[in-house]
């Protein structure tokens, strides 16, 4: 960890260097694309010799890997994004850079963490740096309220997760996540601190992957926020939260605790058909998107539900490859709006996208692709990602929670539909151009082979997570 | 162009699969397989057997009539057209060749994207509406069947120790069944994938996306949706559901054989009475996919054989008929029946095609129709004489409503499109151009070819049927080896 928080800190420093002097775009972007790939090296070269660091408190395992990749894969592409976007570009890149990269690191952090301590810290480096990066947008009035919207919340959730963990250290005397596997004695005899404390660490997990009922700012930030920074919320954010949630359902602690599973299995169902049927109404696309997120984050929760149970890795790795999968179909669509965006809020309402599809062919397939993706059709990873998902909570014994999936991505089917419909069935209504230049075509072009390469080939980027996972469970 | 010259040279191919299978084995012939998912036991596993052989025939003979057919109708944004067909034949091809159930889930979704974009970008006015509606429709019987071939998959890893979505491997499965109650698994699953195939047939009562898509779809495509994709679901139940739930579907065989005796009857009412061609016609599919249905659930060898046949009949006839009725509303934009009349005197050419397609369509013997009902018919009749009996009225009001929309549109005085005075488009109503001839003969043809011969055609598909019928609680279907043409065994 420490060779890959420098590794991602060298372009940083750099970059705060220059930053009095406000270097080129391209230099910045150049110094920080290099810094993410040099991690990104040392994340598959040096991290699994390192095994464990800091007696524990850091582990660079296969499940480690492969996010921290996502998470770098994610953090290129949404700089490439802020480059080249109406409401990023320009004056404060080099801020922006070094924001992205900050919180990126805070997110290397919570992927690897075995200590919740050490989970808060990257938290709150990952969140700090998302405060500022919402209000960095030059849109005045509405980044500004997403920000402040967000700190207030945010910092709310960070604080109940951080008395979460007071209250598990409490009771158990040790903050590690592997330790807790031994704790479920403890929990069966009613322990109220462990429990409270683990349902508070819970309710701030919850809150930062927008499950129900703590994802009503999800809707109000990703509008508000510059659309290159909600899509490096809408993904990096979740692949971490996720892989934190995964760890601590692996530890099968919560078989002791029916309840928290239960519980759970509501949330899944209420946020599932909460974000989808909301999503029908949307006329804005950032917000249909955002409530689409929402579902998404309940389809990854009936994973992660399964994972709570099972002993084999299927349950685990097919969560972990959704949320990859799920990252780079939603990239994708936040890189179209990012296209066609102008400032102050124009042409962000489905209306907008009439027509579209032929004048511009290369992002008409790519929306129509990650709708597609995004609604769990064929040959994309959207269905992979919901065949894993709900094959592992079939296995698990979840029947009722795959067939309420089942249902929603129905529903969902419709909404994404309606963009599809105005795409290439409509004729247009506004003229609607470009604003954003080659980078976002670019960010564009690779989510849509990915989305399709990791739904045809699904075994290729399937296999690492499931290797990955069968280590880790073999320590348990 | 191009399209076309590739569509030809892809019929070319099956034609020399045609030439090298051999009929009288039931086994699968040129099985290809290659690992895709290992973790999961999937493969890309593809084969042909007697039941699938005239489909894939159907596919690729259908296919560039189609292009052909678009040559003029089509005229905006024709490379994107194009790239939808081709799309949507390998979905279809797939759909019946492969021979892993979550291939098979991957084709039969696939299908949907080109198909939802053929009718929502060239359809007509209410385009949007009709394919969001075929769309959602469709997705909702699938998406049951998926977690089905979930369920299957985990019941092949309890009874055989190994995770695989191989269909040859489901046939061995055991599935609970309990008699006496609708929620065993097997019965769910049965209905799971039933729904699934019922709903793209479609059977009564799930038919109302049916006349919604074709009236608003493009010529080309309704005459994909009828001539090919309707068959997806009768294929699906006689490769999937019925042999794999063996127990379930003769327990609720009556159901669906009554489901289709209603549909029988309700489309042919319904069509009789549709003001607009295409609607007309598209009732009538409901119609005969009713008689498919009816074959396949008697589950005996003239019933089953007279299904897989009608649904070649089906094809030929019915996507002849869209054809023609697409020539004449390109001609004159207008598919409402009591506009015209006379028709016969104006376009001798297009009336005698259009009286061959009707024969077929009504089974007149001598034509492919009559084959295929008959054989129904008579398997119905040894399962059950009142079925057979309400089966067989559906005959003459098949003839009734295709008649009588033959005497509308052809006989008679004028109509107002026709007529001399009050239309405009009195220019354009030239007869058939060699192009359209040359669309419609090799349908002809196969009309009459397929009606007086139909041992050439039933010769290859015997004794997968035979083995179907007498095997199909205990489906055991294997691979063949030796074949020339696979390049993979299967390990």
Known sequence: ????????????????????????????????????????????????????????????????????????????????????????????????????????????????????????????????????????????????????????????????????????????????????????????????????????????????????????????????????????????????????????????????????????????????????????????????????????????????????????????????????????????????VNVFEKEERGNLSIMDYCGLGYKYPLMGIGLAAFMFSLAGIPPTVGFMGKFYIFAAAIKEGYLGLAIIGVVNSLISAYYYLRILVALYMKEPVFEVTPSAGKSSSFVVAATLILTLAMGILSALFYAPALKGVTQLLALH | MAALVFSVVEFVVSLFILQSFDGASHQLQFSESYSWIPSYGINYFVGIDGISLWLVLLTTFLTPITILASWNSISEKVKSFHICIFILETAMLGTFLAMDAVLFYFFWELMLIPMYLLIGVWGGERRIYASVKFFIYTMVGSVFMLLAIIALMYYAKSQTGVLTSNILDFYKLQIPFDQGTFFCPQTLMFFAFALAFAIKVPMFPLHTWLPDAHVQAPTPGSIILAGIMLKMGTYGFLRLAIPLFPKAAAQYGWLFIALALVGIVYGALVAMVQPDMKKLVAYSSVSHLGYVILGLFTLNSQGVTGGLYQMLNHGVSTGGLFLLVGMIYERTHSREISKYGGLAKVLPLFAVSFFLITISSIAVPGTNGFIGEFLILMG?????????????????????????????????????????????????????????VAVIIPLVIFVFWMGLFPNHFLDKSKASIEFFVTQHDHYQLTVKTGDPLSPVARK
């Open chain 1, 1 to 336: 960890m420490t060779i890959l928080s420098l590794f991602a800190c060298i372009p940083i420093s750099i970059k705060v260097l220059k930053g009095n002097k406000e270097p080129s775009n391209a230099l910045t972007l150049t110094i920080a694309i290099v810094g993410i790939i040099l991690s990104g090296v040392a994340a598959v070269l040096v991290g699994p010799s390192l095994g464990a660091v800091y007696g524990g408190a850091l582990i660079f395992d296969g499940m480690a890997s492969y996010s921290n990749l996502a998470v770098l894969g994610i953090t290129i592409f949404s700089l490439l994004l802020s480059e080249s976007g109406v409401n990023t570009k320009g004056t404060s890149f080099a801020e922006h850079t070094f924001l992205i990269l900050l919180s990126a690191v805070g997110m290397l952090t919570l992927t690897s963490s075995n200590d919740l301590i050490v989970s808060f810290i990257g938290l709150e480096i990952m969140s700090i740096a998302l405060y500022v990066l919402i209000g960095l947008g030059h849109e005045q009035l509405y980044s500004k309220e997403a920000a402040f919207k967000y700190f207030i919340l945010g910092s709310f959730a960070s604080a109940i997760f951080l008395f979460g963990i007071a209250l598990i250290f409490g009771a158990t005397g040790s903050t590690t996540i592997s330790s807790l596997a031994l704790q479920g004695p403890l929990l069966e005899s009613r322990n109220i601190l462990l429990l409270l404390g683990l349902m508070l660490l819970l309710v701030g997990i919850g809150f930062k992957v927008s499950l129900f009922p703590f994802h009503t700012w999800t809707p109000d930030v990703y509008q508000g926020a510059p659309t290159s920074v909600s899509a490096f919320m809408a993904t990096g954010v979740k692949v971490v939260m996720f892989t934190v949630f995964l760890r601590l359902a692996m530890t099968h602690l919560f078989i002791s605790a029916p309840k928290i599973i239960s519980t759970l299995q509501i949330i899944a169902v209420l946020t599932m058909t909460v974000g989808n049927v909301t999503a029908i109404v949307q006329e804005n696309i950032k917000r249909l998107l955002a409530y689409s997120s929402i579902a998404h984050a309940g389809y990854i929760l009936v994973g992660i539900i399964a994972a709570c149970t099972s002993k084999s890795p299927e349950a685990a790795s097919a969560t972990l490859f959704y949320v990859v999968g799920y990252s780079v179909m939603n990239i994708g669509a936040f890189a179209i």
């Open chain 2, 380 to 436: 119905t009749f040894e399962k059950s004489k009142y079925a057979a009996v309400v089966a067989v009225t559906g005959v003459i009001w098949g003839a009734v409503y295709m008649l009588w929309l033959y005497k509308r549109v052809f006989f008679g005085k004028a109509g107002e499109l026709i007529s001399e005075e009050g239309h405009e488009h009195k220019h354009a109503l030239l007869d058939l151009s060699p192009r359209e």
